[in-house]
């Protein structure tokens, strides 16, 4: 992996912050940057092939159309999915765990039991919380040790209450704690239940084959993964979406539409694609998912590792007293702390001051919060274009920030 050449990709990695510092990009966790080829890829659909998709007989129409389906199947190759009629396009991850909370949800009744944790985005918690309004059915939360990780044992003890549906995320946004989300989904089909697995920051740290981790959805956003925003996937299992009602009505969505024979549906996937898609973020998934396979991915996971244990060796020399949340054996390339008695946001503001872009505040996880007794967290966060002169640059940054604020 040659770092020169991966950063020579990102043209915003030579920005200067406030007019002099360079930017040292430490929010991947929140979107990762874009590449040329990305962008590219976008403006090449814009510049010659924008048409809507599937209905024109006209050759721009079909071009478009091809276009987004090669995104569609580069896709279903990059997560393992066995088919394309089970890659479902949506505008990201939280839209993905709606449409399966809204749909999968119409398929439960009053009563019914619904797990899920305590270290789950507010994506994975809200449209449950809005299915339990609208149907009555009950939510259970798997608790959170002190290191970070999941309590299997109380996870077990949730699975004799035979829920319907499972839903964890693959890898925390704040402990960085990386779920053993094959070994949870087995559990979770021996006691009846279906598993959805959030796959917003597994997707971009490492390889998803969700056949070998057998869950039966599997949700994520392709701007955290190098992609364009507004665009993401939902995977499912062939005959749970053939069981399950369209999400929203409209074009595209639809067999035949009559007032008075009734109105029948797509084939899949196209059933759960209401309106004309985001056919240019589709075509230009291919090039995101080309950047990952042509870096490498496992050389890209190794490369953050190092990031990741360098810098937590660094920050715990330079701070001893440095309060790091998540220290699971498994975790990702994410570091969320506190400097004792200095507010989250403070310590934010004079990392940016100096060119550091971190993120600060409760990271759409309140209940995570409340868990660890605090409003909010800093946290750093790597991708595979960042460098240990990058680390370094950020730990004499929070030297300063330490030495000025206690
Ligand atoms: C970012 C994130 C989401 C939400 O993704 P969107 O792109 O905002 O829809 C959900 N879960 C996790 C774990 C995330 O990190």
Known sequence: MDIHDIRAQFPILSETIHGKHPLVYLDNAATSQTPKRVVEAIEHAYFTQKANVHRGVHC?????????????????????????????????????????????????????????TQMEHHSNIVPWQLLRDRRGIRIKVVPVLDDGTLDMDVYRRLLEESPRLVSVTQISNVLGTVNPIREMAAMAHDAGAVFVCDGAQ???????????????????????????????????????????????????MIGHVSFDHGTTWADLPYKFEAGTPDFVGAAAIVEAIGFMQSTGIEAMKAHEEDLLNYATERMKEAIPDIHIYGTAPHKASLISFLIPGVHHYDTGVLLDQLGIAVRTGHHCTQPLMERFGIEGTVRASFAAYNTRREIDAFISALIRVNSMLR
Do not use: W
């Open 60 to 116: 721009l129409s079909q071009k478009a159309t091809a276009a987004m389906e090669k995104g569609r199947s580069a896709v279903r190759e990059f997560i393992g999915a066995p088919s394309e009629a089970e890659v479902i396009f949506t505008r990201g991850t939280t839209e993905a765990l709606n449409l399966v909370a809204a749909s999968y949800g119409e398929l439960l009744s009053p009563g019914d039991l619904v797990v899920i």
């Open 202 to 252: 597994g997707v971009a740290h490492g390889p998803v084959d969700v056949l070998d981790l057998d869950v039966d959805f599997y949700a994520f956003s392709a701007h955290k993964m190098y992609g364009p925003t507004g665009i993401g996937a939902l995977y499912g299992k062939r005959e749970l979406l053939e069981k399950m009602p369209p999400y929203q009505g409209g074009g595209e």
